[in-house]
């Protein structure tokens, strides 16, 4: 059984920064990509950043240069650093997985497996 579990979220002020975790057990996490996805109230899910097994990152325009996605697969465990946060960042964050290994994506539906999010909160 696969377990996502995110921790990390809080309330930041404009311009700051924060780090979110995302732990995993059930299988071999070093073969698998790794996704991070955000939903602000009102607002469909959208992609934020993704990392692969050989560490290459891609990322959404709006987060690219501030975010960095990164992991250790000796502790199963893929992170997103946020800095310059605004309060456009506000958001539920989701840590997410694909079902098949050696398959990155930035599609919201070809991931099978959901943390149960972590909030952010960016005041101004």
């Known amino acids: 059984q696969v377990q996502l579990v995110e921790s990390g979220g809080g309330l930041v002020q404009a311009g700051g920064s924060l780090r979110l975790s995302c732990a995993n057990s059930g299988r071999t996490f070093s073969n698998y990509a790794m996704g991070w996805f955000r939903q602000a109230p009102g607002k469909e899910r959208e992609f934020v950043a993704a990392?692969?097994?050989?560490?290459?990152?891609y990322y959404s325009d709006s987060v690219k240069g501030r975010f960095t996605i990164y992991r250790d697969n000796a502790k199963n465990t893929v992170y997103l650093q946020m800095n310059s946060l605004k309060p456009e960042d506000t958001a539920h964050y989701y840590c997410?997985?694909?079902?098949?290994?050696?398959?990155?994506?930035?599609?919201?539906?070809?991931?099978?497996?959901w943390g149960q999010g972590t909030q952010v909160t960016v005041s101004s």
């Open positions: 997410a997985a694909p079902n098949r290994p050696w398959y990155v994506t930035r599609e919201l539906y070809d991931y099978n497996y």
């Open positions: 990392i692969n097994w050989n560490r290459i990152t």
